[in-house]
């Protein structure tokens, strides 16, 4: 004997059948019993919600020959011949392959006939957002002036592609996914008159995975009959379907929650060891964390897909785990997903989004990137930096030849001897501090960094600690980059670097800055430093219209330029045209556009 399926044995055959719509089965009800049938109406809803079923109760309470009746009692003639899908006046038709002109052409020919057994014909059209702009426009002819015994159900699971015009002739219905207790209920009623022993756990998860369908969880719950040789089991369900249960998601959210890079890793190898869909896996961890966002906020819509036996691990996890950690891991592992559907090796991209997760790995923000790119692309094109860029701080640089180098002006002139301390210790007072700034200083230029902060992270990142002896903190240039003196005394760069030294050490060190080969100035962290002295050399200086705009500021806030302190030849060359292809690379580096922060 042919076996039937369970979603077409326990397709609804009453209105009582019909579950989890009671809105649009009460008001069928009520217009079948006051005789105020409408010609058309629009069901739209996910699939598989009982559109078409509903439509067919319709058409049975309608032809019943007991009726017209709510209650059709579906053993008379026209009844089974509807259920039997062989009734001359119920007329089911899928629009998504008869879209076209011709087969509502054909319909509209057949509409004015008179019913040949009951007293209804009813026309059923699937999917109807499928038919092209010809069809509808004669659909639309029909439903203006229907005959009186006819009456039009369209179903559709996209409504905002039918036609207004056609929505706006029609008494429309939305149908509601069924929650997961709903689906329960109706599978354990299956299971109880079929015979089939399933767990309850196993039952939450056929539900969950149907995802707001009858058809589909049926679907699932007959396949299941067939695979298992006892009682169906949860674990059963997730082989068959390739998932991971509710522990899994809740270890692996701790997981990614506490930073451990080495158990998330063990967890992808792990899953991927065992045969499971990684993809899959991402799919079911990225609902759990869905219900763990929502919790707080509102539960009712967070619990409404899960079991009973799942919530109380989850409603400990969600106060464990901040809400806003929640939604960083959401968007991460949607973005995997998403690559994951794009061809990338499922593995390797959850290894990868993994270990951004729990190691801080970050990728460069591609706005600050484009913006880098076009600044750059301007110096190539014109020959000079833009004095309104937002990069203008950083001045033109000039590759000099090593020979012709000199040591860069300081901004503090040399003090006579005196009596009184000169500020700097002598090596053998200086005090053990216990701290290492030199080992530390590319973690401190890391934290600049991540505090949106890398034109300062390039200034003091050419610099080496030569010492720091608790109160005072040297830092040296090489000779080539003697240029970054004068903007690493910069009352704006000194404030960022004070405030990381400042949470690491307590207290904000006084600095000294000097290039190799030259005298070393002190400042504080928190202190804008003097004004630069005056360079005591200087070519004859171009005349100056009044037209003229005035000269641009120097990187550190006193009003000369950076020629001040590059060098006698940088200083005599007096404007800003760029004359060496390095110069190029100099000033994108300088200018931060090579960080990838």
């Given at each position: 004997?042919?076996?039937?399926?369970?979603?077409?044995?326990?397709?609804?055959?009453?209105?009582?059948?019909?579950?989890?719509?009671?809105?649009?089965?009460?008001?069928?009800?009520?217009?079948?019993?006051?005789?105020?049938?409408?010609?058309?109406?629009?069901?739209?809803?996910?699939?598989?919600?009982?559109?078409?079923?509903?439509?067919?109760?319709?058409?049975?309470?309608?032809?019943?020959?007991?009726?017209?009746?709510?209650?059709?009692?579906?053993?008379?003639?026209?009844?089974?011949?509807?259920?039997?899908?062989?009734?001359?006046?119920?007329?089911?038709?899928?629009?998504?392959?008869?879209?076209?002109?011709?087969?509502?052409?054909?319909?509209?020919?057949?509409?004015?006939?008179?019913?040949?057994?009951?007293?209804?014909?009813?026309?059923?059209?699937?999917?109807?957002?499928?038919?092209?702009?010809?069809?509808?426009?004669?659909?639309?002819?029909?439903?203006?002036?229907?005959?009186?015994?006819?009456?039009?159900?369209?179903?559709?699971?996209?409504?905002?592609?039918?036609?207004?015009?056609?929505?706006?002739?029609?008494?429309?219905?939305?149908?509601?996914?069924?929650?997961?207790?709903?689906?329960?209920?109706?599978?354990?009623?299956?299971?109880?008159?079929?015979?089939?022993?399933?767990?309850?756990?196993?039952?939450?998860?056929?539900?969950?995975?149907?995802?707001?369908?009858?058809?589909?969880?049926?679907?699932?719950?007959?396949?299941?009959?067939?695979?298992?040789?006892?009682?169906?089991?949860?674990?059963?369900?997730?082989?068959?379907?390739?998932?991971?249960?509710?522990?899994?998601?809740?270890?692996?959210?701790?997981?990614?929650?506490?930073?451990?890079?080495?158990?998330?890793?063990?967890?992808?190898?792990?899953?991927?060891?065992?045969?499971?869909?990684?993809?899959?896996?991402?799919?079911?961890?990225?609902?759990?964390?869905?219900?763990?966002?929502?919790?707080?906020?509102?539960?009712?819509?967070?619990?409404?897909?899960?079991?009973?036996?799942?919530?109380?691990?989850?409603?400990?996890?969600?106060?464990?785990?901040?809400?806003?950690?929640?939604?960083?891991?959401?968007?991460?592992?949607?973005?995997?997903?998403?690559?994951?559907?794009?061809?990338?090796?499922?593995?390797?991209?959850?290894?990868?989004?993994?270990?951004?997760?729990?190691?801080?790995?970050?990728?460069?923000?591609?706005?600050?990137?484009?913006?880098?790119?076009?600044?750059?692309?301007?110096?190539?094109?014109?020959?000079?930096?833009?004095?309104?860029?937002?990069?203008?701080?950083?001045?033109?640089?000039?590759?000099?030849?090593?020979?012709?180098?000199?040591p860069a002006q300081e901004a503090v002139e040399p003090k006579a001897p005196s009596?009184?301390?000169?500020?700097?210790?002598?090596?053998?007072?200086?005090?053990?501090?216990?701290?290492?700034?030199?080992?530390?200083?590319?973690?401190?230029?890391?934290?600049?960094?991540?505090?949106?902060?890398?034109?300062?992270?390039?200034?003091?990142?050419?610099?080496?600690?030569?010492?720091?002896?608790?109160?005072?903190?040297?830092?040296?240039?090489?000779?080539?980059?003697?240029?970054?003196?004068?903007?690493?005394?910069?009352?704006?760069?000194?404030?960022?670097?004070?405030?990381?030294?400042?949470?690491?050490?307590?207290?904000?060190?006084?600095?000294?800055?000097?290039?190799?080969?030259?005298?070393?100035?002190?400042?504080?962290?928190?202190?804008?430093?003097?004004?630069?002295?005056?360079?005591?050399?200087?070519?004859?200086?171009?005349?100056?219209?009044?037209?003229?705009?005035?000269?641009?500021?120097?990187?550190?806030?006193?009003?000369?330029?950076?020629?001040?302190?590059s060098g006698s030849e940088s200083a005599s060359m007096g404007d800003d045209k760029?004359?060496?292809?390095?110069?190029?690379?100099?000033?994108?580096?300088?200018?931060?556009?090579?960080?990838?922060?």
């Open positions: 004997m042919k076996h039937t399926t369970l979603y077409r044995r326990w397709r609804p055959r009453r209105f009582g059948g019909i579950v989890g719509q009671e809105p649009v089965v009460r008001t069928l009800r009520r217009a079948i019993e006051t005789d105020r049938v409408s010609h058309a109406y629009l069901f739209s809803g996910p699939r598989g919600t009982g559109k078409t079923s509903t439509a067919k109760v319709l058409a049975m309470g309608l032809n019943c020959e007991k009726g017209p009746t709510p209650e059709p009692d579906g053993t008379c003639q026209s009844c089974r011949a509807i259920v039997g899908n062989s009734s001359m006046d119920v007329l089911e038709m899928d629009a998504a392959s008869n879209r076209g002109i011709d087969e509502i052409r054909d319909l509209r020919d057949k509409v004015n006939l008179a019913p040949a057994a009951g007293r209804m014909k009813v026309y059923i059209i699937d999917e109807v957002h499928m038919l092209t702009a010809e069809a509808f426009n004669a659909l639309l002819k029909m439903l203006e002036e229907p005959p009186e015994h006819v009456v039009f159900v369209l179903a559709t699971t996209e409504k905002h592609k039918v036609l207004p015009t056609i929505i706006s002739r029609c008494q429309s219905f939305d149908f509601r996914r069924p929650s997961v207790e709903t689906l329960v209920a109706k599978l354990g009623e299956i299971s109880e008159a079929e015979d089939i022993e399933v767990e309850p756990e196993a039952l939450t998860v056929i539900a969950r995975e149907g995802r707001g369908s009858f058809r589909d969880a049926e679907g699932l719950l007959d396949q299941l009959s067939s695979f298992a040789e006892g009682r169906i089991t949860a674990s059963m369900v997730r082989e068959l379907l390739g998932g991971v249960g509710p522990e899994a998601l809740i270890e692996t959210t701790y997981t990614l929650h506490e930073r451990r890079a080495a158990d998330a890793l063990r967890i992808v190898d792990r899953l991927s060891g065992e045969g499971k869909d990684l993809g899959q896996f991402v799919v079911e961890l990225l609902a759990h964390l869905r219900n763990l966002m929502l919790l707080p906020y509102a539960p009712e819509v967070a619990l409404a897909g899960v079991g009973a036996e799942e919530r109380p691990q989850l409603e400990e996890q969600a106060n464990a785990v901040p809400t806003a950690d929640v939604v960083r891991l959401v968007e991460a592992l949607d973005d995997a997903l998403g690559r994951m559907r794009r061809g990338g090796d499922p593995k390797l991209e959850l290894e990868l989004v993994f270990l951004k997760l729990t190691r801080d790995y970050s990728e460069p923000d591609m706005t600050s990137i484009l913006g880098r790119l076009e600044t750059l692309e301007k110096v190539v094109e014109n020959g000079s930096v833009a004095t309104n860029s937002p990069r203008a701080a950083a001045e033109v640089v000039r590759e000099e030849p090593p020979a012709e180098r000199e009596d009184e301390p000169s500020g700097v210790e002598d090596p053998d007072d200086r005090r053990e501090t216990g701290v290492d700034l030199a080992s530390e200083w590319q973690g401190i230029m890391s934290e600049l960094k991540r505090r949106r902060q890398a034109l300062t992270a390039a200034v003091y990142g050419e610099a080496r600690v030569e010492s720091f002896d608790g109160e005072v903190l040297r830092l040296i240039y090489p000779e080539e980059q003697s240029f970054h003196v004068g903007m690493a005394k910069d009352s704006g760069h000194l404030e960022k670097l004070g405030a990381v030294l400042e949470e690491r050490l307590g207290s904000k060190p006084r600095l000294e800055i000097r290039a190799a080969g030259g005298e070393a100035s002190a400042t504080s962290a928190a202190e804008e430093p003097p004004p630069p002295a005056v360079p005591t050399e200087q070519h004859t200086p171009q005349p100056v219209s009044q037209e003229s705009p005035p000269e641009t500021g120097s990187p550190n806030g006193s009003g000369g330029t950076v020629a001040e302190n760029i004359r060496d292809q390095r110069e190029v690379f100099e000033i994108a580096r300088e200018a931060g556009l090579f960080d990838r922060n």
